[in-house]
């Protein structure tokens, strides 16, 4: 076999479905930890190309196993390791804004450059660098948008209009709203805390007497969601809906934002959970054959 999916059982579904769009096998990367919590971490095959396939949501502990799997598939005989990683963790931190900090989008960017041959993701959440491969040297970083995917899942009755919870969020709020030829409203966000913010939004007496949907790239906490749909409450919106490439939340999360009137959140399946509505894997797919990659 010329190439081979490997993936953790946390991204089965995921690489399954991309296993389907490729026509390739995919197989579980065997996990188990030792009782100092140690991952002991086997693969069942190896091939020429092996992508292995995992997204970085609770990135510490799947950055050591991604990294002992790429080092198995390799004494195995692979001479291409491809990381699929559709939610890219690390990368908001590109500069020490106090006297001691690691960058750690610099660390991570080359401890994954120096294990891999090539790297893909969705859009990563990327802020004073132009491109992936200024985050990821050495190696071809394909940076994928999920907007096309993500303005599917919109329904465009009652002629919606599209909220960006900051002033970053603008490329993806643009980029599924001008397709559709709907009205955007951009906030401008000041962080107060991990789960503090202060939001204000120009001209939200539009969303009056109108469906309002919220766009971002990713969804943590949701307190940044939650404080706009304050506001666009205020301002009379009839209802309030979210949609992001990555939903990170936890259920806790989740029941705050729907509690603050957030009715609907729908996401890719970079993550899988309830709100995973839109399939990335034939864009992936569709990237990687492109790219001669598989």
């Known amino acids: 076999m010329s190439a081979i999916i490997l993936a953790f059982t946390d991204s089965m579904a995921a690489a399954g479905r991309l296993g389907t769009s490729l026509d390739l096998p995919v197989h579980q990367v065997a996990v188990r930890h030792f009782p100092d919590n140690e991952a002991l971490v086997r693969i069942p095959t190896s091939a020429h190309t092996v992508i292995l396939y995992r997204s970085l949501n609770d990135p510490d502990h799947k950055l050591i196993e991604l990294l002992l799997a790429a080092s198995a598939a390799r004494d195995g005989g692979a001479q291409r390791v491809i990381l699929?990683?559709?939610?890219?963790a690390y990368m908001r931190q590109d500069k020490a804004f106090h006297p001691g900090e690691a960058v750690s989008?610099?660390?991570?960017?080359?401890?994954?450059?120096?294990?891999?041959?090539?790297?893909?993701?969705?859009?990563?959440?990327?802020?004073?660098?132009?491109?992936?491969?200024?985050?990821?040297?050495?190696?071809?970083?394909?940076?994928?948008s999920a907007a096309p995917l993500l303005t599917a899942l919109i329904d465009a009755k009652d002629n919606p209009i599209i909220i960006g919870p900051d002033s970053e969020s603008r490329q993806w709020t643009e980029a599924i709203a001008q397709p559709l030829g709907f009205e955007t409203l951009i906030a401008t966000k000041q962080r107060l805390g991990d789960r503090q913010v202060s939001l204000t939004i120009p001209e939200v007496e539009r969303a009056k007497g109108r469906r309002v949907i919220i766009v971002d790239d990713m969804i943590s906490s949701g307190r940044t969601l939650a404080e706009a749909a304050k506001l666009l409450?205020?301002?009379?919106?009839?209802?309030?809906?979210?949609?992001?490439?990555?939903?990170?939340a936890r259920p806790d999360d989740l029941a705050f934002m729907a509690a603050h009137g957030i009715a609907r959140i729908a996401s890719s399946d970079s993550i899988d959970g309830p709100t995973s509505k839109a399939a990335l894997a034939p864009l992936i797919a569709h990237a990687l054959r492109d790219d001669g990659l598989v």
């Open 84 to 88: 699929i990683a559709p939610y890219l």
């Open 105 to 144: 989008q610099k660390v991570i960017g080359g401890l994954l450059s120096s294990h891999f041959d090539a790297l893909l993701t969705v859009d990563p959440h990327l802020h004073r660098v132009a491109t992936l491969s200024q985050a990821i040297p050495g190696i071809p970083a394909i940076s994928l």
């Open 233 to 248: 409450r205020q301002a009379g919106a009839t209802s309030i809906e979210a949609i992001a490439t990555h939903c990170l």
